[in-house]
């Protein structure tokens, strides 16, 4: 497993009016970025460019009340939160509802995700959270669709350690 601090990020700002503003070039884990699409650079510091790129991602929490193929457990949360540095909650209300929380800033009140990446012959996942901009958006249904603007990176592995049951839950294999 091999910790990725650097990598090649495109960031895209979208104004109210439907323009935008793009900032390329080399960021750190542990940043906030805006609308990211995320490029991995080779040992000699190129940019990856693949079209066989394969995604997957997964909700970072526990729901006791589906499914259990559905969701992480418990057991497997914690796995992750141990192995990969972040926190776990219990929900306020529902007992039995653990999610994953970032508590840099308090508009991040959704859980993380994991982002499994199948690239060039090799693995990689990304834990990252996200959030608005400002308490006031969305500003309007255009930005409501496109989601949250701000995104918070924890990290990102190569080679990560993961059993067979979580690979299958992030694949939606459950």
């Known amino acids: 497993m091999i910790l990725i601090e650097k990598f090649y990020c495109v960031q895209t700002e979208i104004f109210g009016n439907g323009s935008e503003k793009m900032k390329e070039g080399i960021v750190s884990i542990k940043t906030e970025l805006i609308r990211p699409s995320i490029k991995f650079l080779n040992s000699d510091g190129s940019i990856i460019f693949s079209e066989k790129r394969k995604t997957h991602r997964k909700k970072l929490l526990v729901n006791p009340f589906v499914d259990s193929n559905e969701y992480f457990s418990i057991h497997e949360l914690l796995f992750l ?42 693995e990689y996942i990304l834990i990252e959270f996200n959030r608005w901009n400002s308490e006031n958006q969305p500003r309007g249904a255009g930005e409501d669709q496109l989601g949250e603007d701000i995104t918070y990176i924890i990290g990102i592995w190569q080679d990560p350690l993961l059993t067979d049951a979580i690979i299958a839950k992030i694949k939606n294999k459950g």
């Open 81 to 122: 939160s141990k192995t990969y540095g972040f926190e776990i909650e219990e929900h306020a209300i529902h007992k039995g509802y653990f999610l994953s929380v970032l508590k840099i800033n308090s508009l991040y009140n959704t859980p993380g995700e994991i982002i499994l990446v199948e690239e060039e012959g090799k």
